[in-house]
């Protein structure tokens, strides 16, 4: 069974300020990751899609990365922003359209 | 193109009722996810429906149980509701392969006193 966890389960930082979030999965047999966020009560946004044959998939001010031999995936956020205080989660899709949900980074950037 | 929707918003049930949830997917797409999300954790995967068929099933009792329907809506329905149901009801649309991104709805929170 996939277990995916995200660290650190909270982070609080400056605003303008580089910051990277983390994703770990356990079963590598993936198909895509995905990057979503969360405001608080509301449902998720799409960010990110990485298909199992890719590395890195860039918007913005987003990139992310997928290494699945070592079962991990890096959100990275650059400059960031007030605006983008949220939570953070990471799926792993593993059998068809079957997204496996870490319990998500949640992330407050101040002003 | 209209996205996905929820409804309702918001519902209070007393234990051992039934309720239906109820999704429009995003205009296309042919697969419907649902998922259910607890306070502060993230969401676990209910059950898929392709093309009016289940196509998968996460470690949900037989209680949760859904349809699709030609025009790919879906209904998620709960028979004998506990108080741990009380959660973030999620589902999300995409067109069938693994290709594709999902897309939420806003969700309906279902209380159960």
Known sequence: KQEVTQIPAALSVPEGENLVLNCSFTDSAIYNLQWFRQDPGKGLTSLLLIQSSQREQTSGRLNASLDKSSGRSTLYIAASQPGDSATYLCAAENNFNKFYFGSGTKLNVKP | ?113
């Open chain 2, 1 to 113: 193109e209209t996205g996905v929707t929820q409804s309702p918003t918001h519902l209070i049930k007393t234990r051992g009722q039934q309720v239906t949830l109820r999704c429009s997917s995003q205009s296309g797409h042919n697969t419907v996810s649902w998922y259910q999300q607890a306070l502060g954790q993230g969401p676990q995967f209910i059950f898929q429906y392709y093309r009016e068929e289940e196509n998968g099933r996460g470690n949900f009792p037989p209680r949760f149980s859904g349809l699709q329907f030609p025009n790919y809506s879906s209904e998620l329905n709960v028979n004998a509701l506990e108080l741990d149901d009380s959660a973030l009801y999620l589902c999300a649309s995409s067109l069938s392969g693994s290709s594709y991104e999902q897309y939420f709805g806003p969700g309906t929170r279902l209380t159960v006193t």
